[in-house]
Structure formats: structure tokens, C-alpha cells
């Protein structure tokens, strides 16, 4: 009877230490939303429009053994702003639809490459891109670079928001193209497992 309760422990001890372990091996980044900028430019034939919108919340966990990701970056869509009200209001109502999808979602499943103890790495994300109530596999090659504790990541991606289903905000005055260009600049705190520091 002794023998099959320290069964039943063991197994028990095994059941809890294992998320556990499984966590320490892990490294987050916790992204600034103060420190972010997200930018957009959505080129036309006369001229394109330039804005921003800002970053909500972002977490992103990593096994840099296996690069084996979770974790989520939401951006808020309602605050969408560029250098053109009307197109604004074309972007928010037409385009995006923020009433109803105020909040756009990359959510991580991979990161391939090595995040150097100092410096530059080039790293690449791929995962799920949640747009406008749509999820779209997406990768994005992200430059970081590591200060310490300190992580600053920089990334320049395409939007194809019409092949997703979103409208074109131009019209006969105000042609814009079909793609969306994004640049991210992000500074955060970064936590590493024992053995990667």
C-alpha cells in the first residue's frame, strides 16, 4: 500500500513541476506599448497616405531551443489616424470596419533563428494574423536587437487588405493601392531561460 501512495505522490509531483519546467525554459518578451510605434503607408497615385496606429498589449513566449512560440500582439484599430481626415473616415468605416473589429491580433507559433546575447539577431515570426474577423498565416522577418534586458525589435511588412476581403477607401481623386506597407518599431523587456543568458 506504502509503495503504490508514493507512486501517487511521485506522479503528482511530476503532474506540477512539469509546466513548470516546461515555462523556465521559455523566453518572453514583453513589448512597451509607450515605446511602440506602428506606422502605415498606403501609396497612391498622387500621393500616398501616411499614419499610425498604436499597439494595445503584446506578449510574445519563445523555447529558443525549439522555437516552439505563443502569445499575442494587439493592435488598437479605433486608433487609426493619418495625414487625410476623409480618408480616415473611409478607413475606419469602409476599410476596417472598427465598430466592429476594433482590435487586430498576430498571434505567434514559430520564431526561427537566434536571438544573440548582445547586438543584432534576424529573427522570423510566423504565425496567425487576425484581421477585419479573418485569420491569415503570416510571417514577418523582425530585426532585434538586445541591450542587456532590453530588447528592440524593428519589422516592415505588406498588408494585402483587399485579397483579404477589405475594400480599396480610394476613389476617382484619391487612388491608393490594394497593399498596405506597415513599419513596427518596438522596445521591451526581454527574459531569458538560465542557460540562454
Known sequence: MRSRYTLIWVALVFAFALPLSLSAQEAVFELDPAQTQIQFTLPGVIRAVHGTFKLKSGTIRFNPATGKADGSVVVDMTSEESDNTSMDRKIQGEVLDTRKFPEA????AHVDGR????????????GTFKLHGIEHDFNIAVTATRNGDQLTATAHFLIP?????MRNPGGMLM??????????KTVGRITLPAAAH
Not at 105 to 108: G, K, L, S, T
Not at 115 to 123: F, I, K, N, T, V
Not at 161 to 165: E, L, T
Not at 175 to 184: A, F, S, Y
Open 105 to 108: 491580433m498576430f498571434v505567434p
Open 115 to 126: 536571438l544573440e546575447a548582445e547586438g543584432e539577431s534576424a529573427l522570423q515570426l510566423s
Open 161 to 165: 487588405y483587399v485579397d483579404w476581403g
Open 175 to 184: 487612388r491608393v493601392g490594394n497593399q498596405v506597407e506597415i513599419d513596427v
